[in-house]
């Protein structure tokens, strides 16, 4: 059986010292062998963003996409193969600016498979532009000195409005909240959303490691919260200013896509003589 190590290689990675980007990485494998998977059964899919290099530094099957587009590619490689595990990821620009459309897509579509958004509120890559998830007035010396006017999206309300079967949200300074939060979205029979307040140390330097410390409120602090409750849900992610961490919602009921596919069904799929699941072959 795989453990964590066999989630790493060689390639050392060329975020800069302190990145949120490290942790989710390692949360990423951590969750992968505690899940019981092998390397083989893993693909990570990711976008364009300094979180775009994650792909290359988990030793799985690896996709690096193009911009905006690992959700298209990811839900593909998912529909081909559905025995894979397969994660798409990227940051916010990548998935609430140009690849937005795909991500209310693939919510409301509800494929057997995780995003996981690495948001640090700022585009990084390119150094420090206004990303979608930049709130008003956030101010940049360079690109917006007089603050930014415009408000920024609110994902965690958008993924509850597109029909998100999972959402959650973590920190990547609580490595253990986000491996269980990417463990459950693994083991959840649809699509699991999953934001990560990721920060950019060297470009966002007000959504800090501190500030998100004293801003983020923990479901745990919440009391008789009902993670199968979407209106509560809902009231908690607007109370809160959208700042949750923990598993914030889930339907365990609806049925996946591909379990809705006609041509995936076991008889189909005996009729085409085309390779069946041991659990699919069960129900025959
Ligand atoms: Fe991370 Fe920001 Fe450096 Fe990119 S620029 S690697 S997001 S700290
Ligand atoms: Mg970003």
């Known amino acids: 059986m795989a ?3 066999d989630f790493r290689n060689n390639v050392k990675p060329n975020w800069c010292p302190g990145c949120g980007d490290f942790a989710v990485q390692a949360a990423i494998q951590r969750a992968a062998a505690n899940v019981g998977l092998e390397p083989e059964n893993l693909a990570v899919v990711s976008g364009i963003g300094c979180s775009g290099r994650i792909s290359g530094y988990i030793n799985c099957y690896g996709f690096h996409g193009i911009h905006g587009r690992s959700l298209p590619i990811a839900q593909g490689l998912k529909m081909a193969n559905r025995e894979l595990t397969v994660i798409a990821s990227g940051g916010d620009g990548d998935g609430f600016a140009i690849g937005l459309g795909h991500t209310v897509h693939a919510i409301r579509r509800n494929i057997d498979m995780s995003y996981i958004v690495m948001d640090n509120q700022i585009y990084g890559l390119t150094k420090g532009q206004n990303s979608p998830r930049s709130a008003k007035g956030f101010v940049n010396a360079k690109y917006t000195p007089q603050g930014s006017i415009e408000s920024e999206l609110a994902p965690l309300e958008m993924a509850l409005a597109a029909g998100a079967t999972f959402v959650a949200q973590s920190f990547s300074s609580n490595l253990k909240q ?12 649809g699509f699991s959303f999953i934001n990560i307040f990721s920060p950019c140390v060297t470009f966002n330097k007000f959504n800090t490691y501190e500030w998100f410390k004293e801003n983020i409120v923990d479901l745990d602090e919440i009391p008789d919260y009902n993670p199968n409750d979407r209106v509560m849900a809902m009231t908690k992610i607007m109370e809160t200013n959208g700042m949750l961490t923990g598993i914030i919602y889930q ?4 049925q996946s896509y591909e379990e809705m596919v006609p041509g995936f069904k076991p008889e189909a799929l005996a009729k085409q003589n085309m390779k069946i699941t041991e659990a699919e072959f069960e129900k025959l």
């Open 3 to 5: 453990t964590l190590k």
């Open 178 to 189: 986000l491996t269980t939060v990417i463990e459950e979205g693994m083991k959840h029979k």
């Open 251 to 254: 339907n365990k009921e609806k």
